[in-house]
């Protein structure tokens, strides 16, 4: 079986996932066994019990993750490729925007960060928009969009249905630019992404958008926050870390990032990328720094975000595997009916409210598109 013939149409067996990486694509399908707690999948594939485990982690460490080992996995070299008879999107209408209850979250939280008795140095804080469709959406025909709408082919599927609860039936969908962790034997790799910039149509205007980037003080101390966390997760694990001084920038069609490629080596080789992921996750390029008030800043503004900035990925039970943060997405409901997307940016005390809104409106562009939906 292909890794088309894994991922079709909506009806079937629960349980089903895609990664698709400029490198390859892992796509799975049926359900040997559910975990809705990452620790026991880690702890699983230590001791051999499961031999793969795929899906997505939440934001939240203290609710239930949605991981399964499956029946079947398909490996290829290639970008996932969409198998054919896939239904057409339906149409959609927005039907829920929230655009000032955003922005009052932004000014309740600078208040906190131009406190100068406050630790708090960063939040991301996130918004969501959700759609109302006139048909069943099918969740396949959404990846199929996203990876045929970004040059690396990126893309995600997971069924969330093991995390229980409310989630059952429901899929997240997306398409990732930023590596959480990748490890392949002894080699660890990320590539995190913070500090962002909406690109311009015109070329010569889109250079000086990425040069401006690279320039920003606000966005630069914004990426070292990530950095600096991500070079503290990472240091016990490593025996060698390799961390460049200056970011990098890296792209997708609506925007530019900052991005830091990270690169090293394992002390201990049977550490699984699922272990990484655990320790790594969440970084300040999603909740903020330091990470306890961050955390408890958005549970207090946003409540639950659920899978929304979480990771989506792969870990084998010799330790390889692959994490993607769990942005650019949207969370399709089991009846196929409702679509909840979401987008969010690092709040600073430099930050202005009005350009924070127009962030989230220009990061929304990678699955409005894939849509259809013009917002």
Not at 192 to 217: I, K
Not at 303 to 332: H, P, Q
Request: aromatic content about 6%.
């Amino acid at each position: 079986m292909d890794a088309a013939g894994i991922v079709g149409s909506d009806e079937g067996t629960r349980g089903r996932f895609v990664l698709s990486r400029p490198h390859g694509t892992v796509a799975a399908d049926g359900c040997r066994a559910r975990f809705d707690d990452a620790d026991a999948a880690a702890s699983a594939l230590r001791s051999g019990a499961a031999g793969l485990v795929v899906g997505a982690l939440p934001f939240s460490r203290d609710t239930p993750c949605a991981l399964t080992e499956p029946e079947y996995v398909v490996r290829t070299g290639e970008i996932w490729q969409a198998p054919d008879g896939l239904p057409d999107l339906p149409a959609f209408t927005v039907d829920e925007l929230r655009e000032g209850e955003h922005t009052d979250r932004i000014h309740t939280a600078l208040d906190v960060l131009r406190d100068t008795g406050s630790e708090l140095q960063k939040v991301v804080l996130a918004r969501t928009v959700t759609l109302a469709a006139d048909g069943p959406v099918d969740p396949s025909r959404v990846l199929a969009a996203l990876v045929a709408g970004t040059p690396e082919g990126n893309g995600y599927y997971a069924d969330l249905s093991a995390a229980g609860g409310p989630y059952s039936g429901r899929t997240l969908v997306g398409s990732s630019p930023e590596v959480l962790v990748r490890k392949r034997g002894e080699a660890v790799s990320c590539h995190p992404l913070a500090g962002s910039a909406a690109r311009h149509p015109r070329a010569d205007r889109d250079r000086q958008v990425g040069r401006a980037l690279t320039e920003s003080t606000k966005d630069r101390r914004e990426h070292a926050f990530v950095v600096d966390a991500i070079r503290e997760a990472l240091a016990p694990f490593c025996r060698v870390l390799d961390i460049p001084d200056e970011p990098t920038l890296a792209h997708t069609p609506q925007l530019w990032h900052l991005g830091t490629p990270i690169r090293g080596e394992l002390r201990d080789p049977s550490t699984t990328a699922l272990d990484l992921a655990l320790a790594l996750h969440p970084t300040p390029a999603v909740c903020g720094t330091p990470t306890g008030p961050a955390f408890d800043t958005i549970a207090e503004l946003e409540g639950d975000r659920g899978f929304y900035a979480g990771a989506v990925g792969w870990c084998t039970a010799d330790g390889d595997g692959e994490w993607m943060v769990a942005i650019r997405c949207a969370e399709i409901s089991s009846d196929r009916r409702r679509v909840t997307t979401y987008a969010g940016g690092g709040i600073v005390a430099e930050s202005d409210p009005g350009a924070e809104l127009r962030e989230t409106v220009t990061k929304f562009g990678t699955v409005m598109s894939a849509l259809g939906v013009q917002l």
